[in-house]
């Protein structure tokens, strides 16, 4: 299978920025509060997010006072992100990067975080880069939202998800794209912990969070019949013109390793 970093992972979200802002899911608050408090944050460190999209894991941790820079490729993601308000008065600043490439000063964070993103990356680079631009202490952090398949609304959801060409090599690597970091030679102390998400969603909602894929169908027959699907397992499912995704939210964090063996 073809490595994602090859796949375009840039323009292929290009005109998703208003789907993926309105329908994309938050991350629970216990595991933004778990980073903040693994990685030593606090109102006089710093936080890059690279990846940050429309900035949804970008937002959460600037609310809680946590200084944050926002790194993304993609010029109208981008241009969302730093369009969007955030809660309180600590605002996000926000500048085209890459992963591999974030333009940002060597030790100059204290954590780095890569929410729903990292597979879209060149692993080895980007950890290279991440250890750069780290603090000596500084922490990766490799988050993740990924469907809990025990809920049968959530299963039968993804049956239709899965039935896109394409799909299954995205999302198949997903997750277990973080679990490089647990053996690199860059970070030490590694591990996962994983918490419970879910997101609450009428017919419109869960027809818009589809639609945010990247994979997901563009021609509009293709659309229209996956939109349909899509309506179907809802109506099963919906009580009072909603229901809930469960996701399974992972979280990896290692620490910089200072000495880094040759």
Not at 122 to 131: C, N, V
Not at 166 to 174: D, F, N
């Amino acid at each position: 299978m073809a490595k994602l970093s090859n796949e375009n992972p840039t323009g292929r979200f290009s005109g998703l920025q208003e789907l993926y802002a309105r329908h994309r899911p938050s991350y629970p608050a216990e595991a933004i509060d778990f980073i903040i408090q693994r990685c030593g944050l606090n109102s006089t460190t710093k936080l890059v997010d690279v990846g940050c999209g429309t900035g949804i894991s970008t937002r959460l941790f600037a609310a809680r006072g946590i200084p944050v820079v926002g790194i993304e490729p993609n010029e109208a993601m981008l241009t969302k992100a730093v369009a969007a308000e955030t809660e309180g008065d600590n605002q996000p600043t926000y500048f085209r990067g890459t992963a591999e490439e974030t333009r940002m000063p060597a030790a100059c964070a204290t954590a780095v975080l890569a929410a729903q993103a990292f597979h879209w990356f060149d692993a080895a680079k980007a950890l290279r880069e991440f250890h750069r631009i780290l603090r000596p202490g500084g922490h990766a952090v490799l988050m993740w939202n990924e469907r809990d398949p025990a809920d049968p609304f959530t299963a039968d959801y993804g049956m239709v998800i899965r039935s896109v060409p394409g799909a299954a090599e995205v999302e198949g690597p997903c997750g277990r794209a973080g679990e490089v970091i647990l053996c690199s030679p860059l970070f030490e102390q590694a591990d996962l912990t994983v918490f419970k998400n879910q997101q609450e969603l009428n017919e419109e909602g869960v027809v818009g969070r589809a639609l945010s894929a990247s994979y997901a169908p563009r021609e509009p027959a293709a659309v229209e019949a996956f939109t349909a699907a899509l309506k179907e397992v809802f109506a099963r499912y919906q009580r009072d013109g909603r229901s809930v995704l469960h996701y399974v939210t992972s979280v990896y964090i290692g620490r910089r390793r200072e000495v880094v063996a040759s």
